[in-house]
């Protein structure tokens, strides 16, 4: 019942410790003169208490570290996320239909990137999606080393 962004948009809540923004597909514009004007999206707005948003960040954390999320685990730094598998009410050959998803950001400790991966009819988001988000997660990492 719910839709890839909107649970990107709930991890990338939680990674900015309870602070919700819109969504926006536009980083920048530029003008006719070739001006690139930087689109600001502001702090945006308090949805979840920081405490709140702080204790999930330290389970999502620890479902890579100790649980189903280990299959999205780097090494090269710490990523948080949470693993599922979902009904869809849809019987195929007398099986339901399950979506497989894997949500999380990066980095654990410094978030820049909220990734959410859904496999229609998968088996399970650790067996499926987990590992697509970690493939996804290490392309973005020379971006991450860029901008330090």
């Known amino acids: 019942m719910v839709t890839p962004l909107q649970i990107t948009s709930l991890i990338a809540t939680i990674a900015d410790n309870g602070w919700y923004k819109s969504p926006s597909l536009v980083k ?13 999206t502001g702090r945006g707005e308090r949805v979840l208490d920081a405490e709140t948003a702080q204790t999930v960040q330290k389970l999502m954390e620890k479902c890579i570290s100790e649980g189903t999320g280990r299959s999205a685990a780097l090494s090269e730094v710490m990523v948080a996320g949470k693993t599922a598998t979902s009904q869809t009410g849809i019987v195929k050959d007398e099986h339901e ?4 998803w894997f949500g999380g950001y990066l980095p654990a400790d410094k978030p820049r990137w909220a990734i959410v991966v859904l496999v229609e009819e998968g088996r399970s988001g650790a067996a499926e ?20």
């Open 129 to 148: 999606a987990a590992p697509i988000f970690k493939a996804i997660a290490r392309k973005l990492l020379p971006l991450y080393s860029s901008a330090e």
């Open 28 to 40: 920048y514009t530029i003008d006719s003169k070739g001006n690139r004007q930087d689109y600001k």
């Open 97 to 100: 239909v399950l979506n497989a």
